[in-house]
């Protein structure tokens, strides 16, 4: 999954920040969606990687019981955490358990976490 990223990193829109950062979700069925950084002058006005790729597989049909994996890696070549507006809307669209592979392009390095442990006592439709 490593060389897909690398090479997902051309895709991104970064041109304000200067901080590329690229996901894929990987379905139970094989089926891949990537995700870019699309940065804008207006910050809210962007996306994140995760949630490109998030919402590309929720337009298709996809739902949270298809989700196996989130992979996501930075240009930085160091590990990188989605941002919480990212853990939000994993927490509303993907299982709990759901792998998330953290990745340093520049290493072997690679981290392996979920939804728990990136959010510990979250908010979401449970809530409600």
């Known amino acids: 999954m490593k ?9 991104t829109k970064s041109e304000y920040f200067q901080f590329p950062v690229v996901a894929i979700i990987e ?12 940065e804008t002058s ?3 006005a962007g996306v994140c ?25 930075a240009a930085s070549c160091e590990i990188v955490y989605p941002c919480m507006i990212c853990r939000q809307a994993l927490i509303d669209y993907c299982p709990k358990d759901l792998d998330i592979v953290l990745y340093d392009l520049d290493s072997d390095n690679i981290v392996h976490t979920n939804i728990d442990e990136l959010t510990p006592h979250s908010f979401s439709e449970e809530d409600l």
Do not use: M, Q, W
């Open 3 to 11: 060389e897909n990223l690398i090479k997902l990193i051309k895709n």
């Open 42 to 44: 207006s910050p809210a």
């Open 27 to 38: 379905c139970h069925d094989g089926t891949l969606f990537n995700g870019v950084n699309i």
């Open 49 to 73: 990687a995760e949630r490109c790729a998030l919402y590309s597989a929720i337009a298709n049909g996809y739902t949270k019981k298809d989700f196996k994996a989130l992979h996501i890696a």
